[in-house]
């Protein structure tokens, strides 16, 4: 790690980082996530924008379900990014995929579309990435199978 400097955000130049980009001495180290659960707290701050659409039967219950979720060991490699700017997130195409999946078991009511919960989780007026890719995050056998059990026993 000779010639190598750490910046911290207080020290940003532009030029500089361009300098030392040109140089090869500009390196990214990330701090390791010291809160494994902070995708959890997210994914039910995200779902919560949609509660109000719940089916009568699972009104009172559409916290708890959603905290099995989280908890579900089954659920963290899906409900989280593991790769790019937002790793250690939620990935958003997974929830937006078991979000429709569980309507079509009839945790959400049908009388309202999958477009109308996208577009009330995301606060956006025309449907986006999330709800146009979530197809390509369809879920295995097995989270299929924990989601069943979950459904079950909640």
């Not at 250690?88 to 049908?110: A, D, P």
Request: proline content about 2%.
């Amino acid at each position: 790690m000779r010639n190598l400097r750490k910046v911290h955000p207080e020290d940003f130049d532009v030029k500089q980082l361009e300098k030392w980009c040109r140089e090869g001495k500009l390196f990214v180290v990330l701090e390791p996530d010291t809160d494994s659960n902070a995708y959890g707290r997210e994914v039910l701050d995200y779902v919560q924008r949609i509660n109000g659409f719940a089916t009568e039967n699972w009104k009172e219950k559409i916290d708890n379900l959603w905290n099995a979720i989280v908890e579900a060991p089954c659920f963290k490699d899906i409900l989280m990014m593991k790769n790019g700017v937002q790793r250690g997130h939620i990935n958003k195409y997974s929830v937006t995929n078991l979000i429709c999946r569980m309507q079509n078991t009839g945790v959400y009511r049908q009388d309202v579309s999958m477009l109308s919960l996208h577009l009330k989780l995301e606060g956006v007026e025309k449907k986006n990435k999330y709800y146009k890719s979530s197809g390509n995050y369809e879920l295995s056998r097995d989270a299929k199978a924990c989601l069943r059990q979950l459904l079950r026993g909640v």
